[in-house]
Structure formats: C-alpha cells, structure tokens
C-alpha cells in the first residue's frame, strides 16, 4: 500500500500587504511633512532658541514628575485612609460581637466590669480617628501644593 501524501496549499494575499505598506509610507510621509512646517522646528533652526527649547522641555519634564509624585502620594494616602476605615470597622464588629456574646452568659457578672471594654473601645476610636484626621491633613497638603 502506497501512502499518498496529502499538500497543502496557503494563499498569501500579496495585494493587501502592498496596499498596507502603501498606506504606512504614506502616512510617514505626511507626518513628516507636518513635523517640517511645525513652529518648533522653525525655533530648533537657532542655536540659541534650541537651547532655550531644549531648557524648557527639560523644565516642563521636571514638572510633569513634580506632578506625577504628588498625584501618587495623594492616592497612597486615600489608600491608607480607606484602609484605617476599614480597620475601624472591622475592629468595632469583632468588638461588639464579643461584648453581646459576653453579656449573654447569665453565669458571669459580666456588667460589673463594662468600663473596661468601653475604655478600649473609646481608645482604640481615637486613635484611629487621630490617624485619620492626620492622613486628611497629608492629603490637603499634598492638594494644595499640586494646584501651585
């Protein structure tokens, strides 16, 4: 038995690729037609005027990371924030599913001793409340300074 050898044949369109390389080449083309008639160009022209160009791109790219960091700041200190609430949150859940399922216990005199758990409470909310409010001056700081 003779095995027949099955082909396979794959059609490369030719004319989409020339028409896409048309199309970059182009558009190349005007772009660079642009980039000649733009106002800078005229400027880089003038060594004195480059160096006057070169000076304030690096000057507005200091800017821009000025910029970018205080922008990341202000959304690590949210981030801290949202994190400070959640632990204030999930803090007085735990502590008032304790101090219900404590107080249900009819053996214990558990409403003798009421001052302590509170005292950790009222603690604990200030603290974080404290943090909180530092984190809010932070974060006006850091907006103030963005808008100058």
Partial sequence: MAESKDTVIVEIPVDEEHQQEKLISAISNTSSSIIQHHPLMEISGSPGHLLLLKLWQREEDLFGRRIALKESRMDTIKREISQLRRFFFIFHGFYLTILFTSSLNPDKKTCTDWWI????????????LFLVQLKLFRYGKAQRQLQE
């Avoid at 758990?117 to 974080?128: E, G, N």
């Fill in 117 to 128: 758990p509170s005292l950790v409470s009222l603690v604990t909310s200030l603290v974080i």
